[in-house]
C-alpha cells in the first residue's frame, strides 16, 4: 500500500523560500499523477500544484510564476519549490497521490507559515 511523507515546512518570512518534499513508499509510483493542496485556517482545502505521470503540470494563479513543481521517480518524491512566499500563503500543505480511480492516497501535511 502507498504512503505519502511530507516534510519541509516551518516558519518563513515573506519573500522568502521554502523546498516541500512528499516521499511515497509502495510501487508503481511513477504511474500516480502527485499534486499538493493547502488549508489556510478556516478555509476548504484547495489545489496548489500537480504533476502528472508524464511530467505536465498545472498551477493555482495564486502561485503561478512562484511555485514550481517536479518529481523524481527514481527517489519517489514529488517537491514543490515556493519562492517569494506571501502571508496567505500560510496553510497546511498536503501531498496528494491519484491512478485511475483505484487510488487517492493523501500525506498526513505539513505546516508551512510566512511571517515577519
Known amino acids: 500500500q502507498v504512503q505519502l511523507v511530507e516534510s519541509g515546512g516551518g516558519l518563513v518570512q515573506p519573500g522568502g523560500s521554502l523546498r516541500l518534499s512528499c516521499v511515497a513508499s509502495?510501487?508503481?509510483?511513477?504511474?500516480?499523477?502527485m499534486g499538493w493542496y493547502r488549508q489556510a485556517p478556516g478555509k476548504q482545502r484547495e489545489l496548489v500544484a500537480n504533476?502528472?505521470?508524464?511530467?505536465?503540470?498545472n498551477f493555482a494563479d495564486s502561485v503561478k510564476g512562484r511555485f514550481t513543481i517536479s518529481r523524481s521517480n527514481a527517489k519517489k518524491t514529488v517537491y514543490l519549490q515556493m519562492n517569494s512566499l506571501k502571508p496567505e500563503d500560510t496553510a497546511v500543505y498536503y501531498c496528494?497521490?491519484?491512478?485511475?480511480?483505484?487510488?487517492?492516497?493523501w500525506g498526513q501535511g505539513t505546516q508551512v507559515t510566512v511571517s515577519s
Open positions: 509502495g510501487s508503481f509510483f511513477s504511474l500516480f499523477a
Open positions: 496528494r497521490g491519484t491512478m485511475s480511480d483505484k487510488y487517492d492516497i
Open positions: 504533476i502528472n505521470s508524464d511530467g505536465s503540470t
